[in-house]
């Protein structure tokens, strides 16, 4: 008889908690006590198929400084900034080293190309190799039109709960490359293979010339009744 597993694997829920606590920086005795409840109980919450009630949701969005749809998923499907604006921001002009520290090692970005029928953008997943960016793709499909053309290559990051976040715009000349060694250097410095699947063989790198981001940053935090005016929440 086969023994029951010690763990009931973990739920979306769970993992959206685990997510932006990490993002927080926050452990669970931390959101625990900011959401009026055990440790024991957040670890639960995480690590099960927990079904907590609104009242719990609440209280433990409030501690995430998110919200109860955020947690549960209901804006999955949803475009990113469907929030209201934060109250008291600031729109900074970024560096070229935090650009590149924003840019990270891998990730999700948007290539801009120009096509037959006008301007076209696409999802690309890409890696950093030094200064560049490289992407992978199928041939004759839009993103590999981008080679031996002037592109525009953007990254971002939405932060929903807190109104707030920052973009990183490449604008560059791709390539595709072609020496075998330095498409098999690629393909063992990429985290994942493209999530549009299928045989996605050939590596396009774009050397920017010219590097630029925005960050959106709320100075100062309000809480927002009913009534729709900010209001100090030390009131």
């Known amino acids: 008889m086969d023994s029951k597993p010690d763990r009931t ?3 979306d829920l769970g993992r959206r908690v685990v997510m932006r606590r990490e993002q927080l920086g926050l452990s669970r005795e931390q959101v625990a006590e900011r959401a009026g409840s055990a440790p024991g109980y957040i670890q639960y919450v995480e690590e099960r198929q927990a079904t907590p009630g609104i009242g719990f949701l609440l209280r433990l969005a ?3 400084e998110t919200t109860v749809a955020e ?8 475009p990113p900034g469907i929030g ?10 970024l560096g070229p080293q935090e650009c590149h520290r924003l840019l990270s090692t891998h990730g999700v970005g948007r290539i801009g190309v120009t096509t037959d029928d006008g301007p076209a953008i696409v999802p690309v997943n890409y890696v950093v190799d030094g200064d560049r960016i490289s ?9 590999a039109t981008a ?10 990051h939405i932060d929903e709960a807190l ?7 490449l604008v560059g000349r791709a ?5 075998p060694e330095a498409s098999r250097r690629l393909d063992e410095l990429a985290y994942t293979t493209p999530w549009a699947g299928g045989p996605r063989n050939v590596w396009l790198t774009i050397t920017p010339t010219r590097v630029t981001g925005r960050r959106i940053r709320v100075l100062k935090s309000h809480a927002v009744p009913t009534d729709g005016e900010p209001r100090d929440p030390s009131t």
């Open 9 to 11: 694997p973990a739920g």
């Open 62 to 64: 409030q501690a995430l």
């Open 71 to 78: 947690l549960t998923g209901s804006t999955t499907e949803l």
């Open 84 to 93: 209201r604006a934060g109250y008291h921001t600031q729109l900074l002009e």
């Open 135 to 143: 992407y992978r793709c199928a041939h004759n499909t839009l993103p």
């Open 147 to 156: 080679a031996d053309h002037p592109v525009a290559f953007e990254v971002d």
């Open 163 to 169: 109104s707030q976040g920052w973009s990183v715009l």
């Open 175 to 179: 390539a595709t490359v072609t020496d």
